[in-house]
């Protein structure tokens, strides 16, 4: 089984920052990809950030130049530094990794965080 466990979201004004972390722990043989996803009350879940294994990342138009994401391929961590926060960044945020496991013939699988809160008000 594995779990990851999120964590630093919070209650910050517009402009301000933040910074997500994602531990992920467990049978883990490798972890191909982590990354941040996030969904306001009525909307759609949608993806935020991701980063490979190999470093190469992704970001949706709404947060680029914003945020950042890095991982830490040694403690299984994925962090998510967001700048100039605004308004409607407010949402739930999930973290997600793609990952195999140390079982011979399994195939990678998504797995998923509780999620942290992450409001934007003045």
């Known amino acids: 089984q594995v779990q990851l466990v999120e964590s630093g979201g919070g209650l910050v004004q517009p402009g301000g920052s933040l910074r997500l972390s994602c531990a992920a722990s467990?049978?883990?043989?490798?972890?191909?990809?982590m990354g941040w996803y996030r969904q306001a009350p009525g909307k759609q879940r949608e993806l935020i950030a991701r980063?490979?294994?190999?470093?190469?990342?992704n970001y949706a138009d709404s947060v680029k130049g914003r945020f950042t994401i890095s991982r830490d391929n040694a403690k299984n961590t994925v962090h998510l530094r967001m700048n100039s926060l605004k308004p409607e960044d407010t949402a739930v945020y999930y973290c997600n990794a793609l990952i195999k496991s140390r079982t011979i013939g399994a195939p990678a699988y998504d797995y998923w965080g509780q999620g942290t809160q992450v409001t934007v008000s003045s």
């Open positions: 467990g049978n883990i043989f490798t972890i191909n990809a």
């Open positions: 980063i490979t294994s190999g470093g190469s990342t």
